[in-house]
């Protein structure tokens, strides 16, 4: 018996819970919703249109930090100044590592006199060359002149110098016939004498030595003047032909080359000056910026790694380059100092959402750190033109402060776009468009009535009613004639 009793209470405990579950189930079935009427009553309630957006903290006062560098390609990080540091202005952010850079600068600063050298050489040249080169032309200009001239002096003398050529070899001939008759004579007055003294015997040799050397001289000036004739004369007319053709042809290259010549050596002369001035500046830069390496902070607030674009931090792609033997490019924002005291509110507004924008909203900010300390926000300036596909970018300043936000830090924006306390609402199926007028249909005792109406701001199927409806009165929801 008491075993039975036993399984009795067993089985009603276990079969309870399944009860109460089913009975459960039953009363939280959703009935269907009843049709709708096809008329509503106008009424007097608060008509709010808020706008909720994601948002990021961001300082106003934001400082990008740089390699300012001239010609430096690259800075060495020995140690930076840690992300979150407050720092105050003349801080020490970065501290370089120097032992190569020196020792280029070293090396540059060694060549550097001897492209001075160069360019003292290369001027004193071009300075050489300017001078020359109008003399050089003036030369080549006489010379063909001469040339010339030369020239039509050969032209003229030519049958005279054929003629003394004939002269002179005349003359020798002349000179050994008068010879050879004087040594006729000689001997025939020897002759005659029967006799021959020592003395006779010496003049007659010397009279047949005076004939062999002038039987020589005649002989080789035949020989000459066959030569001038038939040879040395129309060779000497060739030469002097070509003599002037090159005489005038160097002359009209000289006006070419020469001009030509000195230009060249302007542009070089300009292009060495220009490498050299470079040169110059290049070290100048170079020495400005070893002083530029010692990077410190131009103002004070909280450091962080990288750059806000936005409200998004770029911190994680430098981070890696802060640490010792990192390399910063030149010019590349490593660092953003931050006025924590500065701080607004970016949002990035939907194209959707975009009418609803105007300068003066006002709202609240709720930081995800801190839910329970609502900010007070309004809306800054806002762009007219997409940041992004479908985004327009907006900033809100803060009221009340900051509190104990940070940049970077995320929160939910509440922008009361439009409230209105006591706003006579339709909906907005009910509003009839006709010849650019707005219409209701209200229901009367005879039936339906069209009556033009003036609507404010629309939001959640609702209308604002401006003019044309007082609250109690009946409307058609549906728009239909």
């Known amino acids: 018996m008491l075993r039975r009793i036993s399984l009795l209470l067993i089985a009603s405990i276990i079969m309870i819970p399944t009860w109460n579950a089913s009975a459960q189930n039953k009363t939280t079935q959703k009935a269907p919703a009843p049709p709708k ?23 106003a006062g934001m400082t990008e930090i740089s390699f300012k560098a001239k010609a430096a390609p690259s800075l060495t990080v020995l140690k930076a100044v840690e992300h979150g540091a407050t720092v105050t202005k003349g801080d020490t952010l970065i501290t370089p590592m120097l032992e190569k850079f020196d020792k280029a600068l070293k090396a540059r600063q ?18 050489q060359l300017k001078a020359a080169t109008p003399l050089k032309l003036a030369a080549a200009k006489r010379n063909a002149e001469r040339a010339q001239e030369n020239l039509e002096y ?20 002349d000179r050994l016939a008068y010879i050879k008759e004087e040594l006729r004579q000689l001997k025939k007055m020897y002759q005659a004498d029967d006799l021959t003294d020592a003395t006779e015997e010496i003049v007659l040799r010397r009279t047949e030595d005076s004939v062999r050397r002038a039987e020589l001289s005649a002989e080789q000036a035949k020989m000459a003047l066959d030569a001038a004739l038939k040879t040395n004369l129309a060779r000497q007319a060739v030469d002097m032909v070509l003599a002037t053709q090159a005489a005038v042809k160097g002359y009209e ?13 302007t542009l070089d002369i300009e292009a060495s000056r220009r490498g050299r001035k470079k040169a110059v500046e290049a070290l100048a830069n170079l020495k400005a910026d070893r002083g530029a390496m010692t990077i410190k902070a131009p103002v004070g607030g909280v450091v962080y790694y990288g750059r806000c674009s936005k409200g998004k931090w770029s911190s994680t792609t430098v981070a890696a380059k802060l640490t010792p033997k990192g390399k910063l490019l030149a010019n590349e924002v490593f660092m953003t100092i931050v006025d924590p005291k500065a701080m607004l509110v970016r949002v990035s507004v939907p ?10 909203l006002t709202g609240r900010a709720v930081a995800t750190a801190y839910p329970r300390k609502p900010l007070t926000v309004k809306l800054d300036k806002f762009s007219t033109i997409p940041t992004s596909a479908g985004q327009f970018d907006a900033r809100l300043t803060l009221s009340d402060g900051a509190g104990l936000v940070a940049a970077g830090m995320t929160c939910k924006i509440t922008l009361t776009v439009h409230d209105n306390p006591k706003a006579i609402t339709a909906p907005v199926s009910a509003i009839l ?8 249909y209200v229901k009367e005792a005879g039936g339906k009535k069209k009556r033009p109406v003036e609507t404010g701001k629309a939001h959640a199927g609702k209308v604002e009613i ?11 929801r549906k728009a239909s004639k």
């Open 110 to 127: 060694h060549t550097d006199p001897v492209g001075a050298l160069a360019m003292k050489q290369a001027e004193a040249e071009f300075a």
């Open 351 to 360: 194209e959707k959402d975009f009418g609803l924008l105007a300068s003066g």
């Open 37 to 59: 009427s096809e008329t509503v009553k106008v009424k007097t309630e608060r008509f709010k249109i808020e706008l909720k957006l994601p948002g990021v903290f961001e300082s």
């Open 433 to 440: 468009k006709d010849a650019g007028k707005e219409f209701v």
């Open 154 to 173: 050969f032209k003229k003398n030519q049958e005279l110098s054929k003629r003394a050529t004939i002269e002179a070899y005349q003359s020798t001939a």
């Open 253 to 265: 290259n000289a006006k070419v080359l020469l001009p030509l010549a000195l230009e060249k050596a």
């Open 466 to 476: 401006i003019k044309g409806l007082t609250a109690g009165e009946t409307i058609f």
